[in-house]
């Protein structure tokens, strides 16, 4: 079900700029907010980017195809087909601990993706594991 959400503007601008400015291949991360059921609205607070993993590895990175796979003759030129990895355990677990934090009915309302186009749209089947485990 889709929801309206409403969120200030200028506090997220700042995170805007944040990653237009670092281009990060990739990010994910978390949406903080409340539910209103009486008014059938999100309000968003912030964005928590995931932090790396135990082992300093990044919650997403970007996967190129396989040579071998992708290869076809050099004439036709391919489209990107770069997709999307995201450690879904991981952005469970960063959801989880968040969310023991949290107070006065705020919660983790959602989470986030920063990447490409051609990203987004090769990595459907991922976003849709990730948005169902969390």
Same mark, same amino acid.
């Given at each position: 079900?889709?929801?309206?959400?409403?969120?200030?503007?200028?506090?997220?601008?700042?995170?805007?700029?944040?990653?237009?400015?670092?281009?990060?291949?990739?990010?994910?991360?978390?949406?903080?907010?409340?539910?209103?059921?009486?008014?059938?609205?999100?309000?968003?607070?912030?964005?928590?980017?995931?932090?790396?993993?135990?082992?300093?590895? !990044?919650? %997403? =990175?970007?996967?190129?195809? +396989? /040579?071998?796979?992708? &290869?076809?003759?050099?004439? #036709?030129?391919? !489209?990107? %087909? =770069?997709?999307?990895?995201? +450690? /879904?355990?991981?952005? &469970?677990?960063?959801?989880? #601990?968040?969310?023991?934090?949290?107070?006065?009915?705020?919660?983790?309302?959602?989470?986030?993706?920063?990447?490409?186009?051609?990203?987004?749209?090769?990595?459907?089947?991922?976003?849709?594991?990730?948005?169902?485990?969390?």
């Amino acid at each position: 079900m889709v929801k309206g959400v409403v969120g200030e503007e200028t506090r997220f601008q700042s995170v805007e700029d944040r990653l237009t400015k670092s281009s990060p291949p990739a990010e994910v991360g978390l949406l903080i907010g409340k539910f209103s059921s009486a008014l059938d609205r999100v309000f968003l607070f912030d964005l928590i980017p995931t932090p790396p993993n135990d082992s300093g590895e !990044p919650a %997403s =990175s970007i996967i190129q195809p +396989d /040579k071998k796979t992708a &290869s076809k003759s050099k004439s #036709q030129t391919q !489209p990107d %087909s =770069s997709s999307l990895f995201i +450690d /879904k355990d991981w952005v &469970s677990e960063h959801a989880r #601990q968040v969310s023991r934090m949290l107070v006065g009915g705020i919660k983790v309302v959602g989470v986030y993706a920063w990447v490409n186009d051609n990203a987004f749209k090769n990595s459907t089947l991922m976003l849709c594991q990730v948005f169902n485990f969390s």
